[in-house]
């Protein structure tokens, strides 16, 4: 009668595991689901991570930095290619070899789930694809980084163009704080070489700019020649997402609270 109990309690144990997985969004894919990788169309789609799930007990992981618009997305260019990024470096991935995930540049994260990520897609051994959910497993299938069909914006026609740091702003008090030196016409400049990539100058050092990766990077570091130099290399690593407009480039970094103001030249 005892062991009867016993099986009962565990039958309606998992069953409350089951519909409670149905009612919270974030829960109801922990299963490996039913996907038929071929018959879906990936060129062209736009994915965003929504966690790291766990298959065994269905608790799905979110990553920080979780305002990060560009942080932990894929943009498929053919339907077994993509690149994204992770939360600082550039990801490629090829559906075809396994692990599918590459990092050709690799720089400092801006958070300690950017590096749990790193680690997760070395790791990755299959895939599953549904016409809103992707997912890449490892750890015996145990665990698997879980994507969700997304659009965000495109980068605007900024190839050819060229923009000046007028200044990091302040969004709560609307204060701009100008960079020395202001006298210097190359310093805080960029380039548009193409739609989504830049090259750049701090005061000192070159300044690499992609829009799809990992925002903005000084790749080697030499003395900046002045101390607000050294303040916009330590603020560009932590830049997370941006917006253009007709005449004004922002990188928003520290919730939002900042951003570096470019303004568009002639």
Known sequence: ???????????????????????????????EGNENNESVSLEGTQWKLAGIMDVETCNLKELEPKDCERCYTLVFNTDSTAWGRSSANRVDVDLTVVPPFGTPI??????????????????????????????FFYNGKKNYLLYK?????????????????????????????????????????LVFVTDSTALGISTANRVNVDLTAYLMRIPTMAGEITDDGYEFYDTIRFVTSYTVTENELKFFYNEKKNYLLYKLQP
Do not use: H
């Open 1 to 31: 009668m005892r062991t009867k109990v016993i099986k009962t309690i565990a039958i309606l144990l998992v069953l409350a595991a089951c519909f409670s997985c149905g009612k919270d969004d974030k829960n109801c894919s922990c299963g």
């Open 106 to 135: 690799i720089s400092s994260e801006i958070s300690d789930d950017g590096y749990k990520f790193y680690s997760a897609t070395e790791f990755v051994t299959e895939y599953a694809v549904t016409n809103n959910e992707l997912k």
């Open 149 to 189: 069909l997304a659009k965000f914006s495109d980068p605007t026609f900024l190839e050819g163009t060229k923009w000046k740091l007028a200044g990091i702003m302040d969004a709560e008090t609307d204060v701009l704080k100008e960079l020395e030196p202001k006298n210097c016409e190359k310093c805080y400049t």
